[in-house]
């Protein structure tokens, strides 16, 4: 914790640029709701009209105490579950009205996952596991494995091409995980947790891949579930949840760009304080 978020009112650079372009959002979640039953017959209200965008070239953190609905967020933004109530649409297309096989057809196309608990295949190499949509998908190209190639040596990663994710060190398998989830260039990146289980040098490396992904063309998006202080600090803005409901948001201008400089050391108590209050 420390003098790593810098907030400013005005809009970072990403945002701005997007916005003079007339650019339309990559993810657009309206009014959206998510009710649960408890099985005792009664009603849990896991997420309630929630309205939030994400542009080309822009990352959004998501913060919040645990169970304040952050991973239903997440799921509706990747149409692993649907709204109760309100739409989601990704890449101008209204995931929420989709059938599931439509959603799961979308997703290999258009939105890469990272997650804490990284979910590779541990009978696939790492290539494979790079390459993985394009492997399940109808849309297999020869080409395929010559991009996860290219993707294996941006990320420090091209001499394990071969090995199996036992093989890997946790850092190095997350590194994977990003790639698997940068692979074929999706629309959003949907990041849960993604430094949950990583030192501060991993963390870093995780971060700067994910930011460089989104920042390079600015035709990807990223939303990004964290606890961590680090990682929101490569947002350009955070957004704080609380029993379901969007309860306050910040616009982080020194976001941090891929060749690692950090933006200053000015913050805002705000967000300070929220990370606290998380942390308790
Ligand atoms: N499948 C489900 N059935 C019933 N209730 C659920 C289900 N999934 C989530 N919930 C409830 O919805 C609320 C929000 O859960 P969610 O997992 O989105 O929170 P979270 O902010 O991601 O929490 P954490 O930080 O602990 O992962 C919680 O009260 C949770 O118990």
């Given at each position: 914790?420390?003098?790593?978020?810098r907030i400013r009112s005005d809009a970072p650079?990403?945002?701005?640029?997007?916005?003079?372009?007339?650019?339309?959002?990559?993810?657009?979640?309206?009014?959206?709701?998510?009710?649960?039953?408890?099985?005792?017959?009664?009603?849990?209200?896991?997420?309630?009209?929630?309205?939030?965008?994400?542009?080309?070239?822009?990352?959004?953190?998501?913060?919040?105490?645990?169970?304040?609905?952050?991973?239903?967020?997440?799921?509706?933004?990747?149409?692993?579950?649907?709204?109760?109530?309100?739409?989601?649409?990704?890449?101008?297309?209204?995931?929420?009205?989709?059938?599931?096989?439509?959603?799961?057809?979308?997703?290999?196309?258009?939105?890469?996952?990272?997650?804490?608990?990284?979910?590779?295949?541990?009978?696939?190499?790492?290539?494979?596991?790079?390459?993985?949509?394009?492997?399940?998908?109808?849309?297999?190209?020869?080409?395929?494995?010559?991009?996860?190639?290219?993707?294996?040596?941006?990320?420090?990663?091209?001499?394990?091409?071969?090995?199996?994710?036992?093989?890997?060190?946790?850092?190095?398998?997350?590194?994977?995980?990003?790639?698997?989830?940068?692979?074929?260039?999706?629309?959003?990146?949907?990041?849960?947790?993604?430094?949950?289980?990583?030192?501060?040098?991993?963390?870093?490396?995780?971060?700067?891949?994910?930011?460089?992904?989104?920042?390079?063309?600015?035709?990807?998006?990223?939303?990004?579930?964290?606890?961590?202080?680090?990682?929101?600090?490569?947002?350009?803005?955070?957004?704080?949840?609380?029993?379901?409901?969007?309860?306050?948001?910040f616009v982080n201008t020194a976001a941090?760009?891929?060749?690692?400089?950090?933006g200053g050391?000015d913050h805002d108590?705000?967000?300070?304080?929220?990370?606290?209050?998380?942390?308790?």
């Amino acid at each position: 914790m420390g003098n790593v978020v810098r907030i400013r009112s005005d809009a970072p650079k990403n945002r701005q640029s997007c916005m003079n372009t007339n650019c339309q959002p990559l993810l657009s979640i309206r009014g959206a709701g998510r009710n649960y039953n408890d099985g005792a017959g009664n009603t849990k209200i896991a997420l309630s009209r929630v309205g939030l965008d994400v542009l080309p070239g822009e990352l959004v953190a998501i913060i919040g105490p645990s169970g304040s609905g952050k991973s239903t967020l997440l799921q509706l933004a990747g149409g692993i579950d649907s709204p109760t109530t309100g739409s989601v649409d990704v890449a101008g297309r209204r995931i929420s009205d989709m059938t599931e096989k439509e959603r799961t057809l979308f997703r290999r196309e258009h939105i890469g996952f990272v997650f804490q608990a990284i979910h590779l295949v541990p009978s696939m190499t790492v290539v494979e596991n790079i390459g993985l949509s394009s492997i399940v998908s109808n849309h297999r190209t020869v080409d395929w494995k010559a991009e996860a190639l290219v993707l294996l040596q941006h990320l420090g990663l091209h001499e394990y091409a071969d090995k199996f994710p036992d093989q890997l060190s946790g850092g190095q398998r997350q590194r994977v995980g990003v790639g698997r989830a940068i692979f074929g260039n999706p629309s959003v990146i949907l990041a849960d947790e993604p430094t949950g289980s990583l030192d501060s040098g991993n963390r870093d490396i995780v971060l700067k891949l994910i930011r460089h992904a989104i920042d390079d063309g600015q035709r990807t998006g990223g939303l990004m579930v964290t606890h961590d202080l680090q990682a929101a600090s490569y947002a350009d803005r955070v957004i704080a949840i609380s029993d379901g409901i969007i309860i306050d948001q910040f616009v982080n201008t020194a976001a941090q760009p891929f060749n690692g400089q950090r933006g200053g050391h000015d913050h805002d108590e705000r967000i300070r304080s929220w990370f606290t209050a998380i942390s308790l």
